[in-house]
């Protein structure tokens, strides 16, 4: 079956969907986005989503494209007519399209919508989190707006690189002061010698993940001790636990860092534990 994506109002063949060359997005990385997981056919945690991606669009100052509800239909229309059971559901909202002027365009300039569903391998996934991944460490070289998730993702995209040809499946961003911040696309914790949770607090240095702020409430039922604050990289060495967390990995067990392993060296109890319970504190609609 050929996939669909929804662009401008229309419903089109993935290979046909297209907009305009004069994109702000495609100029200047002007826009915005958000990745929702898809589980059961049903989207995950969708307020929470729309709530960041409004908050986002404020941030740039741009336009809506439709009411958040309607957009919830066209989220929901996109993965039925993809057949999307697992996966996640893209959407990407630019300034529009204008003559290229770095200034923002004329008032009343249309705001592009983009939205494309695909499925995940589930399987795939969870053999992956029983094994757990390798990240790496970066310095980190991005903007000082990561809190809005902006498309304007080069460093990330870098990092991934370097990851990827290190055999390893993410890169953890190192500040100034050698403190971890976040992956390249998605949430650093670690689980300390004394059993915890240690992640850093919400600023403008990391994104605030929806599957992160959703962990805490597992956190909190499972009786488990969190501090939010940033932590060094010899931290992250010495650490009887590491794992990610992001709309499509969920949580993700780290269980090598720079080529050292993590306590033992296989995915932890507290990891394994807390991706079991996610879903149970979701919200599925």
């Known amino acids: 079956m050929s996939r669909v994506a929804y662009v401008n109002g ?6 046909r969907a297209m907009v305009h060359i004069e994109d702000r997005g495609y100029q200047f990385s002007d826009g915005i986005y958000e990745v929702c997981e898809v589980r059961g056919g049903r989207l995950v945690d969708e307020r929470r989503h729309m709530e960041r991606l409004a908050g986002s669009l404020a941030a740039l100052r741009i336009p809506a494209p439709m009411s958040l509800p309607a957009l919830g239909v066209v989220l929901r229309e996109t ?4 057949r999307v059971r697992d996966g996640i559901v893209y959407v990407q909202i630019t300034r529009g399209a204008a003559r290229r002027d770095h200034a923002f365009p004329a008032p009343g300039t249309k705001p592009a919508l983009t939205v494309t569903a695909r ?5 795939r996934n969870e053999a992956m989190a029983a094994e757990g991944i390798a990240v790496i460490t970066l310095p980190d070289n991005r903007w000082e707006r990561v809190d809005i998730k902006s498309i304007s993702l080069l460093p990330n995209v870098l990092a991934k690189q370097a990851a990827r040809e290190q055999g390893a499946r993410e890169a953890w961003f190192v500040d100034s002061q050698g403190r971890i911040t976040e992956g390249a696309s998605s949430n650093a914790w670690i689980v300390s010698r004394e059993g ?3 992640t850093r607090a919400l600023d403008r240095r990391i994104l605030r993940g929806l599957t992160r702020t959703v962990l805490l409430d597992v956190i909190s039922a499972q009786g488990l001790k969190l501090e939010e604050r940033a932590f060094t990289v010899e931290e992250a ?3 009887r636990e590491a ?10 067990p780290v269980v090598r860092i720079d080529g050292r392993p993590v306590g033992n060296g296989a995915p932890g109890l507290i990891a394994t534990a807390l991706r079991r319970d996610y879903h149970a504190h979701a919200e599925i609609a």
């Open 243 to 252: 794992f990610i967390t992001s709309a499509s990995q969920i949580v993700m």
């Open 79 to 82: 993965v039925r007519r993809n």
């Open 10 to 15: 229309r419903y089109l063949p993935h290979g």
């Open 237 to 239: 060495y010495a650490a």
């Open 196 to 198: 915890k949770l240690l």
């Open 119 to 123: 499925r995940l391998d589930f399987a």
